[in-house]
């Protein structure tokens, strides 16, 4: 981040996505009739509507920015018959255009059209005009059913509503039209569909519901484009769930994570001294980096890197707020769990000091100690009523879902069913799966040439990622085994020592030596002394049960085998696209699936730290 996009006002605030609405198109390419009776019109109809009503969609209220007209994205692959009518319908109602193609241009063009042929003429007409705004050129496989499937599930994957003109049978094999109808509906895509044999009326598609007029599509749009955060958590399932439901407070909190400042102090002061003391590494600071200093870390490039990754460029603005806000909020969590334990049993050991040894403090002292309980308690309430703990994790989920994305992007996204998983499956709450869900729309396709050396280098970003991967939890599983040992050590000397401090005092009267009357006193402050120490270091057995360190470095230890043998299929992998892409998905869903499970794990101590 530049300083003069530090200095704008747009930069002081996580920025508001553009409302956009992507519509992909699939269609014949033989057996098409472009003067079929009413065709033209009633396609230019939908074009028309579909533009209506997304332009008409409130973008305030919407949680989209207001400053910034609506978004209307076509994708096509522009082949001959239904594809080149579609797409020039399109242009003329005012949509950029998006391509998809099963192969480098040139291959395409060649597998597609005659040489010479308008059609062609069209094609390369199409791919330079102005509102031309992405092509993604697959390097599809020698088997051409499998190029134009793989092709196809590229369009189904960015698509919103899916428009296809064919003979709506159900014949086609895979890569055909049918094909992508099938699984556009599968995945919960409404489908537009209009013949291209005979004259008929257009017919919606969603779901099991067949025969449905155009005109309901509006019905559709409006959950499509605020995520259901009005009608419903995508994450839920079942009636109980969508009970407990609140989209007032989803709203709030969408609108909460907009009006977020860019914050430096470390509210985690006593965490990091503690951990600090009990490691014997000094890692204590007082504020936090620059939010696009610390994405710039984040998003760095990768040795002798010869592509512009754009969607890099792209989420790394984005993905800066959600991460550093996250760290932030992580962090006055856990100075607030070290205070509120550590910090309260320090001041109980202190009291019972001053009532033990009362010539040794000063009894001045003893009525502003009192009020250290007093504002331990309000430090936890105050906490609990920003949403700390929540803010956190939902952040933290947010910022994860966008860096996974940025990593599909560059290789055609994820298949539909893995980017299921990690939306629905992610713990999630509604105002970030549709905060998500709108940035990604609004990025569309990827501009990229799947050439070997694009691909080769995308190998070596995907392995330069989950090496990183690698090296972090190396580092959380060195520190937390640490941790986790002395924790353990300190426990079992403060056991030991007030066990052997309480030991001798049934003896102590018995004692008959010339410092009689100094033993039974010596024996009276040794055990004094364990019984402080033993509340501080279960105050310390307190915060290592609500970190788990144990628990951590088994988590580490395990992600980091799953890495590493990732890693090694990476390496002996083929440079094709398909193969890529499965194993970056497999690579996002470790990283979703720890994450996942941590903030599960992170719900249920905020249940127990609240009822203690």
Known sequence: MTNSQA?????????????????????????????LPGLHEQFAAVLSQIAEDVCSFDREQGGYDP?????????CSLAAGADQFAAKRALEAGYELQVPLAWPRKKYADMNFKKDSDELLVFNRLLQHEATKAILELDGSENEQDAYDAAGTVLVNHSDVLLAIWDLSTGNGPGGTGDSVRKAIAAGIPVIAFSSTEERPADLRYLDRVGRKPAELRE?????????????????????????????????HLRAYYREKERRIDLGLPYSLLTSL???????????????RQASENWG?????????????????????ADSLAVFYGQWMRGVVATSLVGGAIVVSISLAARFWPARFSSSLLPYLDLVPLL?????????????????????????????????????GLQIDRHRFHVHHGFSRSWATFYYQAVIRNFGLCNAVMNDDYLLDYKHLLTDRLRGQIEYHDRQQRKCSILHRRIRTIGLFAFSFTLLACLPMPFARFVNTPHQAYFPTALHDINSFAYIFAIVSAAIAGFAAQENFARLVQVSVAIKKRLILLVHRLEQAQLDSDTL?????????????EHAGWILLSALREIEFSAG
């Open 278 to 292: 009990l490691r014997g590494t000094w890692s204590v600071r007082l504020r936090l980096p620059a939010y696009g």
């Open 220 to 252: 559709l749009l409006g959950p499509c484009l605020n995520c259901d955060l009005e009608s419903g958590n995508e994450v839920s399932e079942g009636q109980e769930s969508k009970a407990k439901f609140d989209a007032k407070a989803e709203s709030k």
């Open 67 to 75: 400053h910034k007209a609506a978004r209307l994205i076509f994708i």
């Open 581 to 593: 892409r499965d194993l970056a998905g497999e690579a996002i869903e470790i990283t979703i699936q």
């Open 7 to 35: 200095k704008s006002p747009r930069a002081a605030h996580p920025p508001k996505p553009r409302l956009t609405v992507r519509v992909g198109f699939a269609g014949e390419r033989k057996n098409f009739d472009p003067e």
């Open 301 to 321: 490039k990768i040795p002798d890197e010869r592509w512009v990754d754009k969607p890099r460029e792209y989420f790394e603005r984005i993905d800066m707020w």
């Open 376 to 412: 331990l308690a309000v430090l936890i309430v105050f906490s609990r009523y920003w949403g700390v703990q929540r803010r956190w994790m939902e952040y933290r989920m947010l910022s994860e879902l966008l860096r996974s994305y940025a990593l599909s992007a560059p290789i055609g």
